[in-house]
């Protein structure tokens, strides 16, 4: 009899639960909740286990903040816990609360070809360390690396590091920003709240007043050509998200491929193919040479998160994945 563990991918709007069989890792029951309905994560969670009727004694959590303890903040809501008593209240006998970059990336061993979608550079390397990075409510960025046997995934807060222009008109939303924000973090541009601070750069540089756009109003307006100035923050967008990738990619020399993840990109996937992102990752001067035989890849799997978290909790188990 299949024994099942739950696990979970929790964002900064969207609470993702599932069952995940310890025996293959396959993740079946998935079911989406609204953050905002709920005062705390235990009280999904009891909601969800109680509509699958099913004995759960292990759980991962993947969530969007960093882990540093007992105590969980997120970053982008107003959730907090402490790990230890969400265990003991729910009655687990193993409870890992994980980064949701970290689970995003202990997927990559577990993808198909089918899941994946290339842009430019040459084959993954085996055994190489790998970088995944993802713009959604916020900018993820988690290292993997493979040693004695397992996948170790190398968390971190990479969003937040400080946004690096490389041309001039970059230079002018750097300057625009810095007056609005203060410290401009990677994350204030690659995202969905980021896609709208660019927007409103680009129209506040021309000395002109921006609409009170929505991230998917920018994207819309942009891929039916209504509106300029959005058009452009897609554009840069783009190009930022292939800057910031090579930087990555240069980091710790991740021949294992740079793998995109979140809920962004795919909204507006054509628009991408067609973009200067590959062009700006490669744009390293010295180490151009360096970076086009890195491989870059979109995640089209539809809960990367989800399979990631059950991953990370066989190998946690003492599980081969």
């Known amino acids: 009899m299949t024994k099942y563990s739950l696990v979970g991918d929790v964002g900064g709007t969207n609470c993702r639960l599932a069952l995940c069989a310890l025996d293959s890792g396959e993740i079946s029951q998935s079911k989406t909740f609204s953050g905002l309905d709920y005062d705390s994560l235990e009280a999904v969670v009891r909601e969800y286990l109680a509509q699958q009727h099913q004995d759960v004694e292990d759980a991962c959590i993947a969530i969007a903040c960093p882990i540093t303890g007992d105590w969980v903040a997120m970053t982008n809501h107003t959730w907090a816990f402490s790990i230890a008593e969400m265990k003991k209240n729910l009655g687990l006998q193993h409870l890992e609360v994980i980064n949701d970059f970290t689970a995003v990336s202990m997927a990559?061993?577990?993808?198909?070809?089918?899941?994946?979608?290339?842009?430019?550079?040459?084959?993954?390397?085996?055994?190489?360390?790998?970088?995944?990075?993802?713009?959604?409510?916020?900018?993820?960025?988690?290292?993997?690396?493979?040693?004695?046997?397992?996948?170790?995934?190398?968390?971190?807060?990479?969003?937040?590091?400080?946004?690096?222009p490389n041309s001039e008109e970059e230079d002018i939303i750097l300057e625009q920003l810095r007056t609005e924000l203060g410290h401009v973090s990677a994350e204030r541009i690659l995202s969905g709240p980021g896609l709208v601070n660019l927007y409103r750069a680009i129209v506040k540089s021309d000395n002109r007043v921006p609409e009170n756009f929505r991230p998917k109003d920018v994207t819309e307006l942009a891929l039916t050509d209504e509106n300029l100035d959005c058009r452009r923050a897609l554009s840069l967008f783009c190009v930022i998200m292939g800057r910031f990738g090579g930087n990555l990619a240069l980091n710790m020399g991740t021949?294992?491929?740079?793998?995109i993840a979140g809920g962004i990109v795919p909204r507006f996937l054509e628009f991408f193919k067609a973009s200067g992102f590959r062009a700006a990752f490669e744009d390293k001067g010295r180490f151009k040479d360096y970076l086009m035989d890195i491989p870059v890849f979109l995640i089209t799997h539809d809960q990367p998160g989800l399979l990631g978290a059950g991953a990370y909790l066989r190998q946690s188990i003492g599980m081969t994945i």
Do not use: C, R
């Not at 021949?255 to 793998?259: A, E, N, P, Q, T």
């Open 255 to 259: 021949f294992g491929g740079v793998y």
């Open 108 to 164: 990559i061993p577990m993808l198909k070809e089918d899941d994946l979608l290339q842009f430019g550079g040459k084959k993954a390397q085996d055994g190489k360390p790998a970088v995944i990075y993802g713009a959604g409510t916020g900018l993820g960025v988690a290292h993997l690396i493979h040693a004695n046997n397992q996948w170790l995934s190398l968390p971190g807060e990479g969003g937040h590091v400080d946004f690096a």
